[in-house]
């Protein structure tokens, strides 16, 4: 078993071409797509399961995943609705705000039927996010390939990536994401994201919190990345670089993570403090520089300029 498997949504962004977020250029991007990205572009073996409309959004979005190299052997196309399409509002800061065009797009009506379960056989780790537990048929797909995962010794990696904008009240976000909380092997929160799953501001009474899974890690901007891992935790700090464009930072540190956590020889609890602090370097590393263009996939780096970062 080798690489990684990311399920969830493939969609379009839309990004602004200049400061006043008037001119527009479409952008590759979903969450689980991205992460996929940006392990091929870093070396690894990733492949994508995932459902986009049968049009010419969605083409585009498959032919730019086999360009990088991702296996999109599991994607799926439908009439049923359209690719997603979301506007990215940049702020002089870099920081971004999405607007969801399409609701409910494709990527929502994936089924579990429509998944081959020997993927789980030929992959050593699964990534999934929230987006694809918002409603049916997706959901089900989504917990069936978590626990599909699981019984075939897969590691588990979960994002919430919280877009609060498509879900129909934060109640209902909270206990959706809460519910995928303890089958993850390895967490990725942003601090607002944990502020707001747990309620707590500070982030060591936030981390208490969340049940007691193996790897948590807590994005922080600008200020780094905290990690929790065999009862110890830890900081790393953050690239210092010029912020172009969030949007995919958070997704080129999970890929960090798991491409790197991929090619170690050793399971994850056998990792050592070391092991874990390296993985976390680099990831901040690899996060950092994707601020440093527009777009998500196009702002996901390869394996030699993370590399030349950490010398």
Known sequence: MNGVLCLGEALIDFIPLDAENETYQKAPGGAPANVSVGIAKLGGAATFIGKVGDDVLGQFLKETLDGYGVNTGPMEFTDEARTGVTFVTLEPSGERHFSFYINPSADRFLRK???????????????????????????????????????????????????????????????????????????????EELSFLTGCSNWEEGIAQLPDLPLILVTLGGQGCIWHFKGKTGKVEALDCKVVDTTGAGDAFVSGILYSINESAKPLMEL????????????AVSGGLATTKKGAMTGLPNLQEVQNLLK
Do not use: C
């Not at 994002?159 to 390895?186: F, H, K, Y």
């Open 113 to 191: 039927e429509e998944i081959d379960p020997s993927l789980f056989q030929q992959h050593k780790i699964f990534h999934f996010g929230s987006i694809s537990l918002i409603s049916e048929p997706a959901r089900s797909a989504t917990l069936w390939s978590v626990k599909q995962a699981k019984k075939t010794g897969m590691l588990i990696s979960y994002d919430p990536n919280l877009r609060l904008g498509l879900w129909d009240s934060e109640e209902q976000a909270m206990e959706t994401i809460l519910t995928a909380l303890p089958m993850a092997d390895v967490l990725k929160v942003s601090d």
């Open 272 to 283: 050592s403090e070391t092991d874990i602090v390296e993985i976390v370097r680099f990831a």
